[in-house]
């Protein structure tokens, strides 16, 4: 469906689709003018707290407004390829897709804009795109919706409700009561998850503006993937920074005054670091009175945090029932060994899972010395969330 138009009317209907090139046609004006005041707008908020923001880019808005958009790179701002033009790209040939991919990263390569991160337009996705922009050289994609309860559905009327289930029915999102909002490889590739409603659901279809649903929904979202420890990937278009300007500036607040502190950043510096993560390498040095010496390596920022262990090296609390080591390695003592043991005949998903959430796993055939073992042959994309909060709701010694 190479027509935006087209696929525009499938996510919201004929009348609504009408509604959205009036407000377009307000927002964006006949010239550049009005959205580089949105963008101007929109960096003075995140300034205001010291933060970066993402911005997806089509190549050809890109060719428009080379020196200005390049000029935003030195105010702590990324711009990911949003495709060549805004279309579907599931629906394009394999050839056709890599095609438009390739001539997306020139088009960024001649406004001298770093070509990382790849966002669909309409959070489009497939396996096959997934290959295509793991071909490209892209360090991440950020395509999967993550729908999170931060809005009472009972309040809309119907019609408000009809627009919301129809956006739900495009994006397909997967519920944050059932998975995790966490980063995950494809591939080579890091795939970090979009947190909805989004602008567009809230101020749109929802009337946000209006009902003050902005700053709740998006206030709700940033205290529960806190206290799971997950990620807030905030979809906020400049076009809508108007209406959405005080919501985005009270998230940014509370985030500031939560502990554990939260980590804003932009979504290559998340890409970055949680590949940085997924490579770091921990050793246990069994000492001869039985301590264990546990050490770490990897991208700034990584820690080692402890549970019901005895904790003999400084150590501040933390979340959970943890304690935070305060240097790279951390000398235990636990009647137990405190990591996940995992049976040889478990599945190599279950073992990428594990490495990928910090816990430091050992293969072996003796489940004794563990207080926490896993046999797990199977291991199924909706079997994580179950086992991350049966291991983190447990009380059993662990290091991580």
């Not at 500031?256 to 998340?270: H, T």
């Not at 990584?302 to 935070?324: C, F, H, N, Q």
């Not at 004794?368 to 079997?383: M, V």
Request: proline share 6%.
């Amino acid at each position: 469906m190479r027509n935006p138009i087209g696929v525009a009317a499938k996510a919201k209907g004929t009348k609504a689709l009408l509604r959205r090139a009036s407000a377009i046609a307000q927002r964006y004006g006949a010239t550049p003018a009005r959205m580089e005041c949105a963008m101007d707008l929109f960096v003075r908020v995140l300034d205001r707290f010291e933060s970066g923001a993402t911005f997806p880019l089509t190549a050809t808005t890109l060719s428009r407004n080379p020196t200005s958009i390049a000029g935003y790179l030195q105010r702590n701002i990324e711009f990911a390829v949003h495709g060549y033009a805004h279309i579907d790209y599931t629906q394009l040939q394999c050839g056709e897709v890599r095609t438009d991919l390739r001539r997306a990263i020139e088009t960024f390569g001649q406004a001298g804009i770093p070509a990382v991160g790849f966002r669909s337009p309409y959070l489009r996705r497939s396996q096959e795109l997934y290959r295509a922009i793991e071909d490209a050289g892209f360090l991440y994609s950020s395509n999967q919706p993550v729908l999170w309860h931060s809005i009472d559905t009972d309040e809309l009327g119907p019609s408000t409700l009809e627009r919301y289930a129809r956006a739900l029915d495009f994006y397909a999102p997967w519920e944050a009561s059932q998975r995790l909002s966490l980063p995950r490889f494809c591939g080579d590739l890091v795939e970090i998850p979009v947190s909805l409603p989004d602008d567009e659901m809230l101020v749109d279809r929802l009337d946000g503006q209006a009902r003050g649903l902005i700053r709740t929904a998006w206030q709700r979202i940033l205290l529960q993937s806190h206290e799971r420890g997950e990620i807030f990937a905030m979809q906020c278009h400049p076009e809508r920074i108007a209406s959405a300007a005080d919501a985005l500036s009270a998230v940014l607040s509370q985030s500031l005054q939560l502990e554990p502190e939260v980590w804003i950043g932009r979504l290559n510096q998340v890409a970055t670091w949680w590949r940085g993560r997924a490579a770091s390498m921990t050793q246990v040095t069994e000492q001869a009175d039985g301590t264990l010496l546990v050490s770490a390596s990897g991208p700034e920022g990584t820690t080692i945090l402890a549970r019901g262990v005895d904790v003999l090296s400084e150590a501040k609390p933390w979340a959970d029932g943890y304690l935070r080591a305060a240097g790279p390695a951390c000398a235990i003592r636990a009647k137990c060994r405190p990591f996940i043991g995992i049976s040889p005949e478990s599945s190599q998903t279950l073992k990428s899972f594990l490495n990928q959430q910090g816990y430091i796993s050992e293969v072996s055939e003796d489940q004794e010395p563990y207080a926490l073992y896993l046999h797990r042959p199977d291991f199924d994309p909706q079997d994580e969330k179950p086992l991350l909060d049966s291991v983190e709701e447990s009380d059993t010694p662990l290091v991580r």
